[in-house]
């Protein structure tokens, strides 16, 4: 396993030690289930004055958890009947710590390959016997997905993600999953971009034993375009960039893909051109697919679409940045601790923490 400077070792053995023996008994019961511990609604990681945490919230924002984490957190996968979470360092990391959120014990510590690191999100499978994690080789940075059974959490197998730099990948019904390939090959130490000029992002979907089944690419004007994140609408996926290009140039920052067609990007109006200033940090869609909100930190904005791309809202909060869909509204967080609902008219409070929320919230309802 590679050292990363996120990821000092030393962390996470303190915090093992200290979950170990509420892990012996939790691992020797029948898992609870998200309803025992007070059905949370999403999952966030966060930085408080003594270190960082991962959160269970509800969905008037309050929390019901809180698990210390070794070193700061991107986005977590929730297990779709057990009150197991899965959290991933942010990228690139290597740490990925299953959480009994009934505990608070870690009962596992997963290491990617010799040579990979952890990209911050992860799926499990739709009856949660297989957890699937977003990889990078270190060198190069193509990408893979890691394959982990989770009776003891054994990995098992890996697929090619279909290109460089995978980020986010989400399931879609019959075991298939779609992933963002960003495009960008990185250093594995500092970060530093290394194939701005030539880089090509794609969206690539997989069938449930890691065949291609399709794949979508940007025109060759947008290819900076980073794909980054994604969120699911009935028969299609919208999808979040970045844009690595001129800055001066505004680019559409919301995509919308139906597999066996090309991706329709959806550019906001005239006026918001550059409100987001070249970065979409988050994205979610409504279950019914009919809103998709797209989060901004250093524009400090969130949009709202309708299911076609069309721009229905625009609102301003500084570092506004997690965000995640609840009945027929959104829910989203920022770097002063706060959460917000979301509807056209504007943001109401919903609550406030003594900590920075990070880059994502993650829903815990349906896929």
Wanted: net charge negative.
């Amino acid at each position: 396993m590679l050292a990363s400077a996120l990821t000092p070792p030393m962390a996470i053995d303190m915090i093992a030690r200290r979950a170990f023996l509420a892990g012996l008994a939790a691992v020797s019961l029948p898992r609870m289930g998200w309803a025992d511990i007070g059905s949370p609604a999403f999952l966030a990681a966060g930085k408080t004055a003594s270190g960082f945490v991962l959160h269970g919230l509800t969905g008037d924002g309050e929390s019901l958890f809180s698990v210390p984490l070794p070193a700061r957190g991107h986005a977590a996968a929730g297990h779709p009947h057990q009150a197991i979470a899965v959290a991933f360092a942010r990228r690139p990391g290597t740490y990925g710590l299953v959480i009994d959120c009934a505990s608070g014990a870690i009962l596992h510590q997963l290491e990617p390959p010799q040579g990979r690191q952890f990209n911050g999100h992860g799926v499990f499978s739709a009856d949660g016997a297989l957890l699937m994690t977003s990889e990078v080789v270190s060198e190069g940075s193509a990408g893979r997905i890691g394959l982990w059974e989770t009776d003891t959490y054994r990995r098992v197998a890996e697929w090619d993600s279909g290109g460089i730099g995978p980020h986010d990948i989400k399931r879609l019904p019959g075991g298939r999953i779609v992933v963002a390939n960003g495009g960008i090959q990185t250093d594995p130490a500092d970060r530093t971009k290394l194939n701005l000029a030539t880089m090509r992002p794609n969206l690539t979907l997989l069938s449930s034993k890691g065949e291609v089944l399709d794949r979508a690419e940007l025109p060759t004007e947008l290819r900076q375009n980073s794909i980054r994140h994604l969120a699911l609408l009935p028969g299609k996926i919208a999808f979040a960039m970045q844009w690595e290009g001129d800055a001066a140039q505004p680019v559409p920052l919301l995509g919308l893909w139906a597999p066996g067609k090309g991706a329709v990007l959806c550019p906001p109006d005239d006026a918001f051109a550059f409100a987001m200033k070249g970065y979409a940090g988050s994205i979610a869609a409504t279950q019914d697919g009919k809103r998709i909100a797209l989060t901004s930190a250093p524009g400090g904005v969130v949009m709202l679409f309708d299911e076609m791309g069309h721009q229905t809202a625009c609102h301003t909060r500084a570092d506004l940045s997690g965000v995640a869909a609840i009945g027929g509204s959104f829910v989203v967080t920022d770097g002063s601790g706060t959460t917000w609902q979301v509807q056209e008219e504007g943001l109401a409070l919903l609550s406030r923490h003594t900590l920075a929320w990070d880059n994502h919230l993650v829903g815990l309802g349906p896929a």
